[in-house]
């Protein structure tokens, strides 16, 4: 496991090969079995065909335009730009799979103490379960990229979605078209500290 670990990357250049559904299959497989707060499990992934993927794309570009007019998250026209940047990648992935999560509250719904530690620990959970894809996706070979930036279109993406709770985020997967060096880490000693 250290190996996979040690070799992931985040992908952002992939072949047109595509990738069997069984591999596919594989990757959503270790997401399943992460672990999660109270056992919930409190993911749904869901894996785009080619209409999906377009319909996807096109509410991402709408939303990304809507962020710029009527800004949702405060000044983000930088962050927009990277989101474009991300959409173009987006495009380019064979695989598409959308990480929700059913039981979340709107974003800009407030929510008190017990709410917010609940959704902490949920979102804890799902980050486990996306890295689990992203292991195993390295594991068999394929390249992932683990994308945030679907926020930036947040409004447009969940009336595509149509269904309660929430889009956390969406994992690329397809063959990498070329090996990435890894990037800088911080130092252990930076990073570390021993408590006594």
């Keep these: 496991m250290i190996s996979a670990i040690e070799e992931r990357r985040s ?3 992939y072949t047109d090969r595509p990738v069997p559904r ?3 299959q594989q ?3 270790a997401g399943i079995l992460a672990p999660s707060a109270g056992n919930r499990q409190p993911w749904k992934f869901l894996v785009l065909g080619e209409k999906a993927k377009t319909e996807l794309l096109a509410a991402m570009q709408r939303g990304l335009q809507q962020e710029l007019d009527d ?3 405060g000044d983000s026209a930088q962050t927009v730009q990277n989101a474009r940047h991300t959409l173009s990648i987006m ?3 064979p695989v598409l799979v959308l990480i929700h999560y059913p039981a ?3 974003l800009t719904e407030p929510l008190d103490a017990a709410g917010r530690v609940r959704e902490i620990c949920d979102m804890q959970s799902i980050g486990a379960a996306i890295e689990n894809m992203a292991l195993q996706a390295t594991a068999l ?3 992932s990229l683990w994308i945030g930036h679907t926020f930036w279109a947040h409004r447009a993406l969940q009336a595509w979605l149509g269904r309660p709770g929430e889009l956390c985020a969406v994992l690329a997967l397809g063959w990498p078209a070329k090996n990435s060096p890894p990037r800088p880490r911080k130092d252990f000693d930076d990073v570390v500290e021993w408590l006594d």
């Design 141 to 143: 070979g394929l390249g």
């Design 11 to 13: 992908v952002r250049q």
């Design 104 to 106: 979340g509250r709107p």
């Design 71 to 73: 800004p949702m998250l």
């Design 91 to 93: 495009q380019a992935a």
């Design 27 to 29: 990757v959503l497989q």
């Design 22 to 24: 069984e591999l596919v």
